[in-house]
Nanobody, 117 residues
C-alpha cells in the first residue's frame, strides 16, 4: 500500500501563489508517475499535471500551462506543484495521484485551494 499526504493548500488572492506538496510513503519506491488532479464544487475531477518518474517527462492541462510547475524530490518520493498567477477558476480541492508500475492508482485525501477575486 501507498499512503499520500498532501499539504500547502489555502486561501490566496487572485494573482497570488501557492505551493502544494505530496509525500508518498509505505510501499512507495519508484512510481510510474505522480500527478495532480482537481475537483471544483459541482464538477468532475480533472487532470492538472503529472510527472513520469523515470523519464522526468512533464504534462500539463492547457488551463494551467505557463502558470503551474510540477517538480519532485526523488529521495523523498515527494512531488510539488508550484502554482503562480492563480485565478478564481483554480479554486478546487487538489488531489495527489500516485501510479505504481503495475498501474495501480492511489489518491491523497485532497487539499483545498481557494482563490478570491
Amino acid at each position: 500500500q501507498v499512503q499520500l499526504v498532501e499539504s500547502g493548500g489555502g486561501l490566496v488572492q487572485a494573482g497570488g501563489s501557492l505551493r502544494l506538496s505530496c509525500a508518498a510513503s509505505g510501499r512507495a519506491f519508484r512510481p510510474y508517475s505522480m500527478g495532480w488532479f482537481r475537483q471544483a464544487s459541482g464538477k468532475e475531477r480533472e487532470f492538472v499535471a503529472e510527472i513520469r518518474w523515470s523519464s522526468g517527462n512533464l504534462n500539463y492541462a492547457d488551463s494551467v500551462k505557463g502558470r503551474f510547475a510540477i517538480s519532485r524530490d526523488n529521495a523523498k518520493v515527494t512531488m510539488y506543484l508550484q502554482m503562480d498567477s492563480l485565478k478564481p477558476e483554480d479554486t478546487a480541492v487538489y488531489y495527489c495521484q500516485y501510479r505504481d508500475r503495475s498501474m495501480t492508482t492511489y489518491w491523497g485525501q485532497g487539499t483545498q485551494v481557494t482563490v478570491s477575486s
